[in-house]
Nanobody
């Protein structure tokens, strides 16, 4: 059974930075596109970022473009989300996601139906 475990969330002030990590179990991590989503209270789950299996292509949601950066380390079965210039509207539970099929495109990862596995989420709270 695939498991994704996020860490690194917390309470920060506006303008601060935070780095989220996601550790994946299983032996197929390096074959799959990975991504991050977030969900604020009362809102739908929102796509944040995605990265291809080899890290060669990244794709971001409009609200985080230029501030967040996704990366991965296949040797460590891990994917990361560096969040800079955080804003109160970035407050949400952040979820790590693994593509449903190998070679899922980064654009296809925008759609929750194309996610095969979800992490349990980590809370990020940005105070003003």
């Amino acid at each position: 059974q695939e498991q994704l475990v996020e860490s690194g969330g917390g309470l920060v002030q506006a303008g601060d930075s935070l780095r989220l990590s996601c550790a994946a179990s299983g032996r197929t991590f390096s074959w799959y596109t990975m991504g991050w989503f977030r969900q604020a209270p009362g809102k739908e789950r929102e796509f944040v970022a995605a990265i291809t299996y080899n890290g060669g292509i990244t794709y971001y949601g409009d609200s985080v473009k230029g501030r967040f950066a996704i990366s991965r380390d296949n040797a460590k079965n891990s994917v990361y989300l560096q969040m800079n210039s955080l804003k109160p509207e970035d407050t949400a539970v952040y979820y790590c996601a693994k593509g449903k099929a190998a070679l899922t495109t980064t654009q296809a990862m925008r759609i929750p139906a194309n996610v095969g596995y979800w992490g349990q989420g980590t809370q990020v709270t940005v105070s003003s």
